[in-house]
T-cell receptor, first 115, second 114 residues
């Protein structure tokens, strides 16, 4: 149980285009989802926290207009990188939790390369 | 406030040798502590976690960790390293009160030498 599916696993896009990454909880309802970014050889940095049906809470330094997060249902959250630039190239990982007393499950990550 | 320090960004051990990955935490509230493993270009897989109760926690793949409150540590160990253990390992702490996010350490890359 507690499986989180993240798609795509890798994507290459041209500079200036937008990319959408999906994070789905397959066998539980995720009231809260988290999006992390990981640069090479570095740890995971929390980008934003999204609660179903409300606006995401972004960490300091993360541009909310650039990284659009939608959590419209209890099983799906999306991260859209708008007007992507090469410096946005990174590994993006989502995690989900059914509720405050439940553990976290991580997706398999998305490798984004902007050329 | 919570934070995690992983001592040693790179650890090399011989196959069959003891694995010891160090993690110290800082937390103003009782912590939830986690160890995750990450293989190249993959997401994080939970190895084990400490919430409450027994301080020695056993996880998957033969790993275990001991929560030592007096030392604010949660070191990860495995008696005998396998080649398949080569990966990146992350220690993380979360608040038991709010539990609304993780704070990850910077990771330790484990190399297993045949």
């Amino acid at each position: 149980g507690a499986v989180v599916s993240q798609h795509p696993s890798w994507v290459i896009c041209k500079s200036g285009t937008s990319v959408k990454i999906e994070c789905r909880s397959l066998d539980f309802q995720a009231t809260t989802m988290f999006w992390y970014r990981q640069f090479p050889k570095q740890s995971l940095m929390l980008m934003a926290t999204s609660n179903e049906g409300s606006k995401a809470t972004y960490e300091q330094g993360v541009e909310k207009d650039k990284f659009l997060i939608n959590h419209a249902s209890l099983t799906l959250s999306t991260l859209t990188v708008t007007s992507a630039h090469p410096e946005d190239s990174s590994f993006y990982i989502c995690s989900a939790r059914a509720g405050i007393n439940y553990g976290y499950t991580f997706g398999s990550g998305t490798r984004l390369t902007v050329v | 406030a919570q934070s995690v320090t992983q001592l040693g960004s790179h650890v090399s051990v011989s196959e069959g040798a003891l694995v010891l990955l160090r993690c110290n935490y800082s937390s103003s509230v009782p912590p939830y502590l986690f160890w995750y493993v990450q293989y190249p270009n993959q997401g994080l897989q939970l190895l084990l976690k400490y919430t409450t109760g027994a301080t020695l926690v056993k996880g998957i793949n033969g790993f275990e960790a001991e929560f030592k409150k007096s030392e604010t540590s949660f070191h990860l160990t495995k008696p005998s390293a396998h080649m398949s253990d080569a990966a990146e390992y992350f220690c993380a702490v979360s608040s038991s009160n709010t539990g609304n996010q993780f704070y990850f350490g910077t990771g330790t890359s484990l190399t297993v030498i045949p």
